[in-house]
């Protein structure tokens, strides 16, 4: 039923957008601003791929940068909205970095009201999304991340143990979005919910509703196109992407943990508790928890700089936040819901590159190996192996969790050297695959070379950005990479991980718009090592 109205509602967008953008086709070219030339048929072409999911969302974003070759930036006709599409490196990082306060927010809708959960740090605008960035910013300082560590070695033991009594191929981005889902259960919640037991049919409400944040299921996608082409219709009738039960069922836990720990004066250290412990300061506090945050922000470890910087808090009402349970539901559920597809996402791809590169997989061994000789695996351990920074970072070069980002512009900005002037309301596009896999910024771009980073500082700047770049990058970005690094240790020192028949040759990715997957899945063989 739904594939039957999606095609029906495709068929009236196709027809709409045809009468739409023939009128606007000379947008860009009347506020004398350099775009890609286009022609009505080649919107609908373009229409046509992202309604009917022909193409993977690396394709789509490769077609739009190609789009404006030779330009630094240009203006396309948009799907929806008209953008502006960033290809040069310099205007990125001035975007993002240098002249943030101009594009600080992002064009998601946010609906507080009809849909609680879009109230997290992601989605928020202006001074809340401040506020809350600046409330937030000591949870995942190094010394958080330290504490966080045996949680995160524990659960890969736990899929090193899993993989032991397996004795067939198995698919790699089932596995380790199990370590995912387990890593942020734990971290977040305080819960231990042994997720890779889901693969062998054991049931779980948890990992459950985890997953169907990620499903993109056809009922799903009609909603989506419905958000995306008719916004203010679809709020009207509250339409959201997420569904209720889901809500449902992220509201209760949250409230159910605050109640038990109230109840029992039981503390966790977890993300929950953090901002648990953050919404009793405001209360105990009220205006004085500014002062308080600032004693914070002035007092930490120089790895932690980049959580602080640029947090300017100064404005005022810009610490005038009241965190709410609902708050505390929709940063929560956003830690698990984002942060468990992007990392599996970054764990799937190492695996392929490390099954397709065995020099650079014996290398790593040998590191870690190494490092391990003389003591245990630790937090400081893990940090100091260089040769799996380099790994982790090429991977997220090739294959970026999120391949593009989007900023909205908040005052009108001139682009500094030129007459052009991006106005207030424009949306930003920054195609982040494109740019880390064009070889004018990374030579030979399809080869996996983690020499590439053996000084990250000689990585131009605006060139590098899996996780974004200024203010408003992943806060969670730390832990995300630390999560990958445990991970690949625990497993290279048991196995040789090698590609399995099973995989489908040449890899090739879904026609997804929303997650990034392999056709067929990557089939990974773990081969026991046998160490002299």
Same mark, same amino acid.
């Given at each position: 039923?739904?594939?039957?109205?999606?095609?029906?509602?495709?068929?009236?967008?196709?027809?709409?957008?045809?009468?739409?953008?023939?009128?606007?086709?000379?947008?860009?070219?009347?506020?004398?601003?350099?775009?890609? =030339?286009?022609?009505?048929?080649?919107?609908?072409?373009?229409? @046509?791929?992202?309604?009917?999911?022909?193409?993977?969302?690396?394709?789509?974003?490769?077609?739009?940068?190609?789009?404006?070759?030779?330009?630094?930036? !240009?203006? /396309?006709?948009?799907?929806?909205?008209?953008?502006?599409?960033?290809?040069?490196?310099?205007?990125?990082?001035?975007? *993002?970095?240098?002249?943030?306060?101009?594009?600080?927010?992002?064009?998601?809708?946010?609906?507080?009201?009809?849909?609680?959960?879009?109230?997290?740090?992601?989605?928020?605008?202006?001074?809340?999304?401040?506020?809350?960035?600046?409330?937030?910013?000591? $949870?995942?300082?190094?010394?958080?991340?330290?504490?966080?560590?045996?949680?995160?070695?524990?659960?890969?033991?736990?899929?090193?143990?899993?993989?032991?009594?397996?004795?067939?191929?198995?698919?790699? =981005?089932?596995?380790?979005?199990?370590?995912?889902?387990?890593?942020?259960?734990?971290?977040?919640?305080? *819960?231990?919910?042994? &997720?890779?037991?889901?693969?062998?049919?054991?049931?779980?409400?948890?990992?459950?509703?985890?997953?169907?944040?990620? /499903?993109?299921?056809?009922? %799903?996608? !009609?909603?989506?196109?419905?958000? $995306? !082409?008719?916004?203010?219709?679809?709020?009207?009738?509250?339409?959201?992407?997420?569904?209720?039960?889901?809500?449902?069922?992220?509201?209760?836990?949250?409230?159910?943990?605050?109640?038990? %720990?109230?109840?029992?004066?039981?503390? @966790?250290?977890?993300?929950?508790?953090?901002?648990?412990?953050?919404?009793?300061?405001?209360?105990?506090?009220?205006? =004085?928890?500014?002062?308080?945050?600032?004693?914070?922000?002035?007092?930490?470890?120089?790895?932690?700089?980049?959580?602080?910087?640029?947090?300017? +808090?100064?404005?005022?009402?810009?610490?005038?936040?009241?965190?709410?349970?609902?708050?505390?539901?929709?940063?929560?559920?956003?830690?698990?819901?984002?942060?468990?597809?992007?990392?599996?996402?970054?764990?799937?791809? &190492?695996?392929?590159?490390?099954?397709?590169? +065995? &020099?650079?997989?014996?290398?790593?061994?040998?590191?870690?190996?190494?490092?391990?000789?003389?003591?245990?695996?630790?937090? &400081?351990?893990?940090?100091?192996?260089?040769?799996?920074?380099?790994?982790?970072?090429?991977?997220? %070069?090739?294959?970026?969790?999120?391949?593009? *980002?989007?900023?909205?512009?908040?005052?009108?900005?001139?682009?500094?050297?030129?007459?052009?002037?991006?106005?207030?309301?424009?949306?930003?596009?920054?195609?982040?695959?494109?740019?880390?896999?064009?070889?004018?910024?990374?030579?030979?771009?399809?080869?996996?070379?983690?020499?590439?980073? /053996?000084?990250?500082?000689?990585?131009?700047?605006?060139?590098?950005?899996?996780?974004?770049?200024?203010?408003?990058?992943?806060?969670?970005?730390?832990?995300?990479?630390?999560?990958?690094?445990?991970?690949?240790?625990?497993?290279?020192?048991?196995?040789?991980?090698?590609?399995?028949?099973?995989?489908? *040759?040449?890899?090739?990715? =879904?026609?997804?718009?929303?997650?990034?997957?392999?056709?067929?899945?990557?089939?990974?063989?773990?081969?026991? %090592?046998?160490?002299?």
């Amino acid at each position: 039923m739904y594939i039957l109205i999606t095609a029906l509602l495709g068929a009236l967008i196709l027809l709409l957008f045809y009468i739409k953008t023939s009128q606007k086709l000379h947008y860009w070219r009347d506020r004398n601003f350099p775009y890609a =030339k286009t022609t009505v048929f080649q919107l609908l072409r373009k229409t @046509s791929i992202f309604v009917f999911r022909l193409k993977s969302i690396d394709a789509v974003v490769k077609d739009m940068y190609d789009s404006g070759e030779g330009l630094k930036y !240009f203006g /396309q006709i948009g799907l929806h909205k008209n953008e502006i599409v960033l290809r040069d490196p310099d205007i990125v990082y001035k975007v *993002m970095i240098k002249d943030f306060s101009y594009f600080m927010d992002r064009p998601f809708p946010v609906d507080e009201k009809n849909d609680p959960l879009s109230a997290h740090l992601f989605g928020l605008k202006g001074d809340r999304w401040r506020a809350l960035r600046y409330k937030l910013a000591p $949870t995942f300082t190094t010394g958080k991340l330290r504490t966080m560590f045996k949680q995160l070695a524990e659960s890969s033991d736990a899929i090193v143990d899993y993989i032991s009594h397996k004795r067939e191929s198995l698919d790699a =981005k089932q596995l380790v979005y199990s370590y995912t889902l387990d890593i942020i259960a734990s971290v977040a919640f305080g *819960m231990k919910v042994d &997720a890779h037991k889901y693969l062998d049919g054991e049931k779980s409400e948890f990992v459950d509703m985890s997953l169907r944040f990620f /499903q993109m299921t056809n009922r %799903r996608f !009609f909603k989506f196109i419905m958000i $995306t !082409f008719f916004e203010r219709f679809s709020k009207a009738v509250g339409i959201t992407l997420t569904e209720d039960d889901v809500k449902a069922f992220f509201f209760a836990l949250v409230k159910d943990i605050i109640a038990h %720990r109230k109840d029992t004066g039981r503390k @966790s250290n977890d993300f929950l508790q953090l901002m648990i412990n953050i919404k009793e300061q405001d209360e105990k506090h009220g205006a =004085k928890a500014g002062e308080i945050k600032k004693e914070i922000l002035t007092n930490h470890e120089e790895d932690d700089k980049e959580l602080f910087e640029n947090l300017d +808090t100064g404005k005022k009402g810009t610490l005038h936040f009241e965190m709410t349970d609902a708050h505390l539901a929709a940063n929560t559920f956003i830690f698990i819901s984002g942060g468990s597809e992007t990392t599996a996402t970054a764990l799937t791809f &190492a695996l392929l590159e490390l099954s397709c590169n +065995t &020099a650079v997989q014996l290398k790593l061994q040998d590191e870690i190996d190494s490092a391990l000789i003389d003591q245990e695996l630790s937090f &400081a351990t893990v940090n100091s192996m260089t040769y799996l920074n380099q790994v982790v970072l090429e991977v997220l %070069r090739k294959h970026p969790p999120i391949s593009l *980002m989007n900023r909205h512009c908040v005052q009108d900005y001139h682009i500094p050297g030129t007459d052009h002037v991006i106005r207030k309301g424009d949306e930003i596009v920054i195609p982040t695959s494109s740019i880390q896999n064009d070889p004018e910024n990374f030579p030979d771009p399809e080869v996996f070379n983690p020499d590439r980073f /053996q000084d990250p500082d000689s990585i131009r700047k605006g060139t590098f950005l899996p996780f974004g770049m200024g203010p408003r990058f992943c806060i969670a970005m730390r832990f995300a990479i630390l999560s990958v690094k445990v991970l690949l240790v625990k497993l290279l020192i048991a196995y040789n991980i090698k590609m399995s028949s099973k995989t489908k *040759m040449p890899i090739r990715m =879904k026609t997804e718009f929303f997650t990034k997957q392999i056709d067929g899945g990557l089939w990974i063989d773990f081969e026991p %090592r046998n160490k002299i």
